[in-house]
C-alpha cells in the first residue's frame, strides 16, 4: 500500500541565456513536484504475517527555464524545443495484492494529484510553450 501524505512543490529557476535572443524562453527542465508518503507491507505465511512499514520521501526536481537576453540581430534563431515531458500525475492510493501462484493486482484511488492542472493550482510555475516566430517552420 502507498499513500501520499505530503506534496513538496518544486521551484523554477531562470538562466539568463546570451545566445538565445531576448524574449525567447526554453523549458530545460520541467518541474517535479516531491512527495512524503507512507508505504505498508504485510508479507503472509501460513497463520503468521510480518507487517512492515515505511516513510519516504522523494525531493523535487527544479524546473529550469533559459530565458534569453542576447541581441537578435545578431543572432541566428535557433530551432529550441522545450522538454517535452507532461506534468507528472500520480494516484493517491495505490494497492497492490499478491497471492501465491496468482498475477499482481492492482487497486487506483485517483485524488487530486492525477488530475491536469493540479500543479498550478497547488501554486507551482506553470510554463506554457508559445507559439513559434514565423521565421521558423
Request: glycine share 6%; charged share 35%.
Amino acid at each position: 500500500i502507498r499513500r501520499i501524505e505530503e506534496v513538496i512543490p518544486y521551484e523554477q529557476i531562470e538562466r539568463p541565456d546570451e545566445n538565445l535572443p531576448s524574449n525567447t524562453r526554453v523549458l530545460l527542465q520541467r518541474g517535479l513536484p516531491g512527495f512524503k508518503l507512507r508505504r505498508y507491507r504485510i508479507v503472509r505465511d501460513g497463520a503468521h504475517a510480518i507487517r512492515e512499514r515505511f516513510r519516504d520521501t522523494y525531493p523535487p526536481t527544479t524546473q529550469i527555464v533559459r530565458v534569453g537576453s542576447g541581441d537578435p540581430r545578431k543572432l541566428k534563431a535557433p530551432v529550441l524545443k522545450d522538454d517535452p515531458s507532461p506534468e507528472y500525475l500520480t494516484d493517491e492510493l495505490l494497492v497492490m495484492t499478491q497471492t501465491e501462484g496468482e498475477e499482481i493486482s492492482e487497486r487506483r484511488e485517483p485524488g487530486p494529484y492525477s488530475e491536469h492542472g493540479w500543479t498550478e493550482k497547488a501554486g507551482m510555475p506553470l510554463f506554457e510553450a508559445r507559439a513559434e516566430p514565423a521565421n521558423r517552420k
